[in-house]
């Protein structure tokens, strides 16, 4: 039996952040000083609480994985890898966020309070090894995302995107609630106790003791609809409806941190009950290749058309939830030391798409710090004469994210194709590059209404707020972009760990 | 098990920071980063000097075998993967021997001193900055190329540093033939480059690796010493991958692609076109990049996979023949020119020459050698010429010149340093390499005769050209009107002459002398400081390095670790006989130009005999000094061959090809995704419950695809 403390040792960045969430809260709304320079205040109490549960994740790297809270909660490489990129992830998009904010008189506290929430649920479902805990932390995640996509409460569009995320939301946890139910009637038989479980480690067992004898009808149907509920998140066609218009509604900083926070989540969880689910993948494997295909084809195709940039961004992480998808694919598929360099590739991926992705948002937002909303590709126009450093960076996030050299989305492309031929994928990495054929149209047509269109008139505007912070996130996306463009395998090392999912 | 060196990545970040800074210097420094620049742009580079020299004195001695691995990237190790593809492992590593020390601390001695004194040159320059992020950027690659653990990381700095010298030949992009001259070099770089990835490909497909060393032994080069030490007994092809002997043709194969790109790089014929154009860009980049260094690297990628070429003893005879057929041409093409940077630039491609006989006939040291002190005494004509150059306000033409020695002295005496220096007399730098080199072409099996009397030719006309130089240049009494001078300074900016002078950021001599003379700048002058001490430094070591390593024996020593030494024929004359025969041949030279030069006006054929009264054979092309001053007409031929035909070839692709197959297949996909695209839009209606119902489809999917699979497996 496990003391308390090496329990809450085991969720020990999620708490902090959880606490730092209270402490600004309370902050925010009980001290005076505090609420008249919210402004410093709350980045900085965020920025601190995600730094110092970041530090805390690291400093447990090697440490021996475990489970906790009675098997609910495990902690392990592969979690705390995930931890750590949430972390920067959402480091990130709260350093993009304040001028932003300001700019958009929505400069609140309760801004910071809902990243907080919404991070300590998503650090929650790195770590669930249950599928209620899975379930309780998807929801925290996503009630804060729901409240956050309406923050900016003046704009109908805002509403809308709230409300349509909502609703889309409510109906996809009806569905991995109810095959979270039939899951647990399912089990029943598989574990060693012989009771109906909803832990991972025990189905996990279980599935390796009786291989495809024991998945009954409930529990394929069980399956079928809990892996509905993380397609929704994941937003993988044809559960990606609500994608573009919740993006191109929400404010530009909720975007970046959304689209890049909820990635990561969804994709550490659905790694991990893949891979409490391999003794059947040949259950799973067809349907989640037709989803990854579908995926990227749609996403990349709907996005050709798009005149909104953050609208084509939306499909555009749509697209690469698809090339993601493949990773995962490939990790069901591969075996041996194929399987762990299809986890890493994976992470990488995961990775790269969270610095391009918080990058290309947040050149949208450094663009907006003129006040006006910086949306359409007509925006975009003769950039490169107007913000040398704007038009510069989004090049970089453009070509990164078209998978072109030297960038880091050029490797991690190169990694997941390399794994899914290694994993005798061969038409799925056909599909692959076909279909980032189609993406290179849409992101090159940024770059060049960046570089060879002349301004409009009336979007050449004089003023501007400096804002260090979108700057500087901006700048580090940048260069690691590039610098684990050009050196994939310090990277691949440094996220190597995650490859031990503790599952049984 | 091989030692590793800590200090080694250093030597290549220092100037890569610098490069960085100066990159942004504009941004960090504002109106102050051309004075910022001038100080960090040749203290990194000398830092890095100082550094290689720690790793000789300190971490050199203790290696095992004499030979270091180190890792790019602080703190990552030499076995840091770069590239991890299936069977093609690339890693971040370093290569630290004495050949690498050597060419780093040339890189970094030399660069440092041109850098030094290109702050001066290029005061003036109000894009001063961009050229000291190019210099500093060339350094770190030139650097990557000689320490670089593997032939990728070589290529690297290969690209690096052609890139770099595209980028500075025509840093004067303005005036189109500059940015021609560029484009030339670049575009004749790319064929011998082709070459190179050629080989090296080769190279891994037959080794399975492209690191010069490692742990395990099987590194491309020691298999090849291997080989060597083998071969030195029994019969020559000993190189085994695996216990698999690799044959002499695949070998020779290898060695002939890598030359073929060490003849881009360094200028050989046929593909040395380029190298006379180069001068276009300032004269620091002639001094360092197509002087001193970068026209090196051929030679010392040639000495560096010594171990595979001294078993292809075929490719050995091609790079000599080669080498000696460049010395000739490009010294017979020096012997006429009127440009005073040409004249230099020919003298280069002729040592060049020079420096691969010397490989060709298996005295790699010997050719070292010469690179090195080559590079200190071209790196001196380079710069002297470029005081020069500074003093006439940007005059080249040497005809123009003339009388200068009173009136820049300090310029003058160490020009003729580097003169004699190049020329061989004897007990200076240039006689010593060039008789090492000479000797052990006489005792070369094969025709030892024959190419030590080629060799000795061509020695005589480096002395020949060079006094007529000097005579040209400072001899003969002016051929101009000092202080009518006009103002030829190059820059990007045409306005900039207009109001240079009254800024005082533009280096003190320059307004001490405005103020002084009263005519501004059209008066020849001194050149400043910055500019002198440089000179002076490898005036020093013009004079002495080449006796104090040839009487010490330490370059042979420094390099023996590292070469494979070849058996020789017994030389017919001795040493010494030789010493004074090249000493004889050297003075020789000198003296005949002095004779021709020494008056003013003398009649060069063909210049000043007006067209109507020429002969016949006068106005023939292949008259000899027509054909000399047109560079054998190899510029028409290969503009007959490669722009004519090929152009035909390429507008061909260009119309049938590209416009209409490519062009008509890509367009047609676009239109049909576009086409999809639209379709699909429709369905994004912006409705609630047609997401819902799209969700609804996505279910059945997803549950039929479950149990449809399910029940397919669980038969």
């Known amino acids: 039996m496990v003391g308390m403390s090496d329990n809450l040792a085991a969720i020990l960045p999620a708490i902090i952040v959880m606490v730092t969430g209270f402490i600004v809260l309370l902050g925010d709304s009980c001290l005076p000083a505090w609420r008249n320079n919210g402004k410093a205040f709350n980045p900085a109490v965020t920025f601190v609480g995600i730094a110092v549960a970041l530090f805390f994740d690291m400093t447990r790297m090697g440490a021996k994985s475990a489970t906790a809270f009675s098997g609910a909660v495990v902690d392990d490489p592969f979690s705390r890898i995930s931890i750590l990129l949430l972390g920067v992830a959402a480091i990130l998009a709260v350093l993009l966020s304040t001028t932003y904010l300001e700019n958009k008189k929505l400069h609140h506290g309760e801004y910071y309070v809902l990243i907080l929430f ?90 390796a003791g009786s291989g495809l004898g024991g998945v009954t009808v409930m529990f394929g149907i069980g399956l079928a609809l809990m892996f509905v509920g993380f397609a929704f998140k994941a937003a993988l066609v044809p559960f990606h409806m609500w994608t573009p218009d919740v993006y191109q509604g929400s404010p530009t900083s909720v975007t970046a941190y959304m689209a890049a926070l909820t990635k990561i989540a969804i994709f550490t969880v659905i790694l991990r009950i893949l891979s409490v689910l391999t003794p059947i993948s040949s259950v799973w494997l067809m349907t989640a290749q037709l989803l990854a295909i579908l995926t990227m084809f749609g996403g990349n195709i709907l996005a050709v058309t798009q005149d909104n940039v953050k609208r084509m961004l939306a499909y555009s992480s749509i697209a690469h939830a698809g090339y ?76 990164s994210l078209g998978g072109i050299p030297p960038t880091m989305g050029f490797m991690g492309k190169l990694m997941i194709f390399n794994v899914l031929l290694s994993a005798g994928l061969t038409p799925l990495a056909l599909c692959l590059g076909f279909a980032s054929i189609i993406s290179v149209y849409y992101y090159l047509r940024v770059v060049w209404m960046m570089c060879f269109m002349e301004p409009d ?14 700057l500087f996130a901006i700048g580090v996306t940048v260069v690691l972009s590039l610098f684990f463009g050009l050196a994939p395998y310090l990277a691949q090392t440094l996220l190597a760990p995650a490859t031990s999912i503790l599952v049984r | 098990m091989l030692s590793t060196s800590n200090l080694a990545m250093w030597i290549i970040l220092l100037p890569f920071l610098g490069f960085l800074h100066n990159a942004f210097a504009g941004l960090i420094w504002k109106k102050n980063a051309k004075k910022v620049v001038s100080y960090v742009a040749p203290g990194v580079v000398l830092l890095a000097f100082g550094v290689a020299l720690m790793v000789v004195m300190t971490e050199l001695p203790n290696a095992h075998d004499h030979r270091l691995i180190g890792a790019l990237i602080p703190g990552t190790s030499a076995a840091t993967p770069w590239i991890n593809l299936g069977g093609l492992r690339i890693n971040f590593e370093l290569l630290v021997d004495p050949l690498s020390l050597l060419m780093a601390m040339i890189v970094t001695g030399v660069g440092g001193l041109i850098h030094v004194y290109a702050t001066g040159y290029m005061a003036e320059d ?92 099987t590194g491309v080069l020691q298999l090849a010493g291997a080989g060597h030490a083998e071969g030195a007994h029994t019969a020559l092809h000993a190189i085994s991958v695996m216990g698999t002997p690799v044959s002499v043709a695949v070998l020779t194969t290898i060695c002939v692609l890598l030359f073929v790109g060490a ?82 630039a020919f003298s280069t491609v002729s040592q060049l020459g020079y420096m691969f006989l010397a490989c060709g006939v298996g005295n790699y040291t010997a050719g070292m050698f010469h690179v090195t002190t080559h590079a200190i005494f071209k790196a001196l004509l380079f710069l002297g010429s470029g005081a020069v150059i500074h003093s006439m306000l940007g005059e080249q033409d040497m005809r123009k010149m003339g009388g200068l020695r009173k009136k820049i002295f300090k310029t003058w005496l160490v020009m003729w340093v580097g003169t004699y220096a190049i020329a061989g007399v004897p007990g200076l730098s240039g006689f010593f390499s060039k008789d090492e080199i000479l000797h052990s072409a006489l005792s070369s099996p094969g025709n030892g005769m024959f190419l030590y009397a080629v060799g000795l030719a061509i020695a005589f006309m480096t002395a020949f050209y060079m006094n007529r130089l000097m005579h040209k240049t400072f001899g003969v009494t002016a051929q101009f009107v000092d202080g009518e001078l006009p103002h030829q300074h ?139 001053l047109n560079k054998w007409w190899w510029d028409v031929v290969y503009n ?48 609630v419950r047609n997401y819902a119902l799209a969700m609804l489809f996505g279910v059945l999917v997803i549950v039929l695809g479950v149990l449809g699979s399910w029940s397919i497996a669980a038969k």
């Open chain 2, 490 to 628: 190059h820059s990007n900016f045409d306005d900039h002459d207009a109001h240079g002078h009254d800024d005082h950021a533009h280096g003190e001599h320059h307004d001490d002398h405005a103020h002084e003379d009263g005519h501004g700048h059209s008066q020849v002058h001194e050149s400043p400081a910055s500019m002198m001490i440089p000179l002076y430094v490898l005036a020093f070591f013009s004079v002495a390095f080449g006796a104090w390593a040839k009487f010490t024996g330490a370059f042979e020593k420094f390099l023996e670790p590292v070469v494979p030494q070849m058996t020789h024929l017994e030389a017919p004359i001795t040493e010494s006989m030789g010493y004074i025969i090249s000493g004889c041949v050297a003075i020789a030279g000198l003296t005949l130009a002095y004779i021709l030069y020494r008056k003013p006006k003398v009649v060069e054929t063909g210049q000043l005999i007006p067209a109507e009264t020429k002969t016949r054979w006068e106005k023939s092309p292949l008259h000899p000094y027509t054909f000399l």
């Open chain 1, 118 to 207: 919404s991070l300590f649920g998503a650090m929650l479902m790195a770590g669930s090894n249950d599928l209620i805990t899975l379930f309780v932390s998807i929801e925290t995640l996503s009630v804060a995302l729901y409240v956050l996509a309406g923050f900016a409460r003046t704009e109908e569009r805002s509403e809308e995107a709230a409300l349509k995320y909502f609703l889309l939301g409510a109906f996809a946890a009806g569905f991995l609630l109810y095959g979270i139910a039939l899951v647990y009637g399912g089990s029943y038989g598989l574990s060693h106790t012989g009771q109906a479980t909803t832990n991972l480690t025990e189905i996990g067992a279980g599935l």
């Open chain 1, 324 to 399: 993601i998808m493949a990773g995962v694919v490939a990790v069901g598929a591969a075996e041996g030391k194929f399987h762990d360099l299809a986890i890493s590739s994976t992470m990488f991926y995961l990775f790269a798409y969270t610095l391009m992705t918080i990058g290309s948002f947040g050149v949208l937002i450094w663009l907006s710090r003129r006040g006006r909303d910086c949306q359409t590709l007509g925006d975009l126009k003769g950039l490169v004469k107007r913000d040398p450093i704007g038009a510069y960076t989004m090049l970089v996030f453009m070509l």
């Open chain 2, 640 to 687: 007959g061959i490669f722009l004519k035909i090929g152009g035909i070839f390429a507008i061909l692709l260009w119309k049938v090809v590209d416009a209409g197959i490519i062009n008509g297949t890509i367009e047609g996909l676009g239109w049909i995704v576009g086409g999809f695209s639209r379709l699909f839009r429709k369905l994004q209606t912006g409705y």
């Open chain 1, 457 to 470: 008139r009336e979007t050449i505007t004089e003023h501007a707020t400096e804002s260090g912070g979108t």
């Open chain 2, 263 to 344: 003849m881009g790089k360094s200028a050989q014929i046929p593909l040395w076109v380029w190298l006379p154009d180069a001068m276009a860009g300032p004269t620091p980049v002639s001094a360092l990049i197509h002087a001193a260094t970068m026209v090196t690297s051929g030679i010392v990628m040639v000495t560096r996979c010594s171990w595979l070429f001294s078993q292809a003893p075929q490719a050995m005879q091609l790079v000599g023949y080669i080498g000696l057929a460049t010395a000739f041409v490009g010294a017979t093409i020096g012997l006429v020119q009127n440009d005073i940077k040409r004249v230099l």
């Open chain 2, 126 to 217: 109000p894009e001063q900055p961009r050229f000291f992020t190019y210099f500093n950027l060339f350094i770190t690659m030139m650097l990557i190329l000689v320490l670089g653990g593997n032939f990728l990381l070589m290529f690297v700095g290969w690209e690096g540093v052609g890139t770099c010298s595209y980028l500075l030949i025509s840093f004067w992009y303005k005036q189109s033939e500059n940015a021609k001259a560029g484009n030339k070099a670049f575009i004749v770089n790319r064929v011998g480059d082709l070459g190179f990835a050629l080989g090296m490909m080769l190279i891994w497909s037959v080794f399975g690796t492209l690191s010069y060393f490692n742990d395990k032994g």
